[in-house]
């Protein structure tokens, strides 16, 4: 835990064994007054090193098994669970053309089983099942006792662009079905889940996360530059076609869509997720870890299908000079939010130096098109080596705005270790006087 500020003067009052004087007071003495911040550095990098950041999080689960699992442990006490809020998030994720058969079957919910009492978080692990209501027709075939093994079935030949080949050889499969079970972007159902519960916590500091769909294949919305309203009447729409914030482009996009669904085909995009209301303060070049844009690249990659991921417009800035990139300095004490510090654009995505700089946060996922094609692509057969269609069952045609629900969570989950890094707290009321001080301090600034 990095709790630097905590840490009082005299930070380890245990006696050295057989020497009659502190480890405090060997510091002391080896050191020199001079060397307080020095102790302070050593004890937090050590505290980091131990135990890591104070959010932690994790999933289990197969995509036939009978329940999905996340496991969060970090929270502080007394933070309200809205249900039906996280229960939207899921039902958000399975939103989206271009879904396939499952979705007709799944219908996501949160199942609290610890670490909330009285709809309010109680600071122990928090632990949520997610019920596969396909599982029942999975039971026979892939149960967790031994079972019947002629039911079993196999996916013979791996597909191309899925875990299927490299899992198998990792793990000493003869055939995939179980890393596919695994590899499955169902589990970012869990994710969503997890990343409520993150969004709850960081609507107390003031901070949103939402997401839009920026690209569909080739149709791409001509200006990305959409404002934070446009995104929120996205969010409240019932039915969700492609997220994309303009009719026209969405259009387009439901074409690309049509037409990899006519051909047997899968097609990929672009999300774009934003994080309104975040102060500038969040990550820091301190330790190459910590980073905040570092952090976000990890959480964003490491969801199904993402092959690229940017910060603001971290692309197209590479092959631009520096003067049209960065983002001109203003000051304006009117226009203060946390500090009077204003930009003339947003070019950096909200981080400079991997710490937040108090604009909207810009990370956006590039996703490769689903591996599982309806005319499948060349393969071998796991068994003869004899030349095969990749395997085929049922598939997604395209995920792209399910992908921007997943991020969101990453980024959200993201955002809220680091605010909990920077501000700490064991009860809201600790973490939310803590934000209060620093706010007030910037305010100053
Ligand atoms: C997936 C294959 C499909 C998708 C699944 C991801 O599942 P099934 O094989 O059961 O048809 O629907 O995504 C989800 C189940 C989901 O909830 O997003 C894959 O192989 O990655």
């Known amino acids: 835990m990095r709790r630097a500020y905590l840490c009082p003067p005299f930070f380890c009052p245990a006696f050295i064994p057989n020497s009659g004087i502190s480890y405090n007071q060997w510091f002391e003495k080896s050191l020199g007054r001079g060397h307080a911040k020095l102790k302070t550095r050593v004890v937090t990098a050590t505290q980091t090193l131990k135990t890591g950041p104070m959010l932690r999080y994790f999933t289990a689960g197969e995509?036939?098994?009978?329940?999905?699992?996340?496991?969060?442990?970090?929270?502080?006490?007394?933070?309200?669970?809205?249900?039906?809020?996280?229960?939207?998030?899921?039902?958000?994720?399975?939103?989206?053309?271009?879904?396939?058969?499952?979705?007709?079957?799944?219908?996501?919910?949160?199942?609290?089983?610890?670490?909330?009492?009285?709809?309010?978080?109680?600071?122990?692990?928090?632990?949520?099942?997610?019920?596969?209501?396909d599982w029942k027709n999975w039971q026979e075939v892939l149960p967790v006792e031994t079972g019947d093994p002629e039911k079993h079935k196999r996916v013979a030949s791996p597909r191309p662009g899925h875990a299927d080949l490299a899992g198998a050889l990792k793990y000493n499969f003869p055939e995939a079905r179980y890393v596919l079970e695994r590899a499955s972007a169902r589990e970012s159902t869990s994710r969503v889940a997890l990343g409520a519960l993150a969004k709850l916590f960081l609507r107390g500091l003031g901070i949103e996360v939402l997401s839009h769909v920026i690209a569909v294949g080739k149709a791409a919305l001509a200006n990305a530059d959409v404002p934070w309203q446009k995104l929120q009447e996205l969010y409240g729409k019932e039915e969700v076609l492609l997220n994309c914030a303009d009719p026209e482009a969405e259009a387009r996009m439901r074409a690309e869509v049509d037409h990899a669904l006519r051909t047997g085909d899968s097609v990929g995009g672009v999300f774009e997720v934003v994080a309104h209301g975040v102060p500038p303060g969040l990550g820091t070049f301190a330790q190459w870890d910590e980073r905040l844009d570092g952090l976000l690249a990890q959480a964003v990659m490491s969801l199904q299908a993402v092959k690229a991921v940017e910060i603001g417009t971290g692309v197209e800035s590479a092959l631009s000079f520096g003067s049209s990139v960065h983002d001109e300095i203003g000051y304006s004490r009117a226009e203060a939010k946390f500090t009077g510090f204003t930009r003339a654009s947003n070019h950096a995505g909200g981080?400079?130096?991997?710490?937040?700089?108090?604009?909207?946060?810009?990370?956006?996922?590039?996703?490769?098109?689903?591996?599982?094609?309806?005319?499948?692509?060349?393969s071998v057969d796991f068994e003869t080596r004899e030349p095969v269609k990749a395997a085929y069952e049922r598939s997604d045609v395209c995920v792209v705005p399910a992908a921007g629900v997943a991020a969101e969570a990453m980024v959200a989950l993201t955002l809220a270790r680091c605010a909990l890094d920077k501000f700490g707290g064991d009860s809201m009321t600790e973490t939310l006087r803590n934000f209060e001080g620093y706010q007030q301090q910037l305010k100053r600034f």
């Open 63 to 133: 995509s036939h098994g009978e329940t999905l699992v996340a496991f969060i442990s970090g929270i502080p006490a007394g933070l309200d669970v809205d249900q039906q809020f996280i229960n939207r998030e899921l039902w958000r994720r399975q939103q989206g053309f271009g879904r396939g058969g499952r979705m007709k079957i799944e219908k996501d919910t949160a199942h609290f089983v610890s670490g909330v009492r009285h709809g309010k978080t109680i600071g122990s692990p928090i632990a949520i099942l997610l019920e596969n209501r």
């Open 351 to 378: 981080i400079e130096g991997g710490i937040s700089n108090g604009e909207d946060i810009l990370v956006r996922g590039y996703l490769k098109p689903i591996s599982t094609l309806r005319r499948p692509l060349g």
